[in-house]
């Protein structure tokens, strides 16, 4: 996630596809794939775009039997996604592709020349949009609004690292079965405090159940944050993205 982005009205006409398709098979093409490339734009929220961009792989082979048992081999291209969530109010930009840094930054750069038509700045170090050193805290408040029928907002899970220290990561996963507070019964019970005390460890993700009255698919979820810039809840329903996002803005986990 980049939340420094420029705030400007996205081009998502047929020329802004494609524009942003050709942009992205050119960027794909030196790998040796990306020939082919189709762009799909939908609203979502009002003021967050999202740019489906569909591109074709590498070719396969594959050796297969047809009806009437005679071998043959079929060359295919399958497609391989890559989404821009861009949230045109905020001025944030969400990238889902696989490839890591070395991907996703010169992505982010083309879709703010392309599609938002003004070029991206350098990202300043330091700054992440999501702020998790308070989950720590077995205090830590999760105040709901009683419309949204939430029943109880747990940690499920803690990945630390110590501050100082490049190497080296803690993984706490709690059991559910065990209440609401078996992630901070870890920490007090499985960290020795003499050497690890909590001031000297960063809680570099955490992830977080959400239990509602509403039943089936409209009830409980569980979604992570991850610094410095990832969070999973773009992959859930719009009813529940929406929910995880205003409450991530309450308890001051997402400062972008």
Known sequence: KRSDVP?????????????LATA????????????????????????????????????NTHVNFDESGNLHRD??????????????????????AKGGKKVIEPMQSIFCSVV?????????????????DGLLNRSFGFDTDPEDEIVAVTVRGLRLSVIGR????????A???????????????????????LSVLQVTKVTLHMSRKAPGRGGSFTFSVALP??????????ELRLLGEKYLKRWKIDVA
């Open 7 to 19: 705030k400007e009205d996205p081009k998502t006409d047929e020329a802004g596809r494609q524009a």
């Open 75 to 96: 060359t295919e291209r399958r497609a391989f996604e890559v989404v821009f969530a861009y949230d045109r109010s905020a001025g944030a930009l969400e990238t889902f």
């Open 175 to 197: 059991d559910p079965q065990k209440g609401p507070t078996s992630i901070y019964d870890m920490l007090d019970e499985d960290l020795n405090k003499e050497r690890l005390p």
């Open 166 to 173: 490049k190497r080296g990561r803690i993984t706490l996963e």
């Open 24 to 59: 992205m098979s050119a960027f794909y093409r030196e790998q040796g794939r990306g020939h082919n490339c189709t762009v799909d734009h939908f609203i979502r929220a009002q003021t967050q775009d999202y740019f489906f961009v569909y591109l074709s792989d590498y070719a």
């Open 229 to 238: 810039n990832t969070c999973d809840l773009k992959s859930k329903r719009e």
């Open 116 to 132: 938002l038509g003004s070029p991206l700045k350098p990202e300043k170090s330091g700054k992440a949009p999501y702020a998790l």
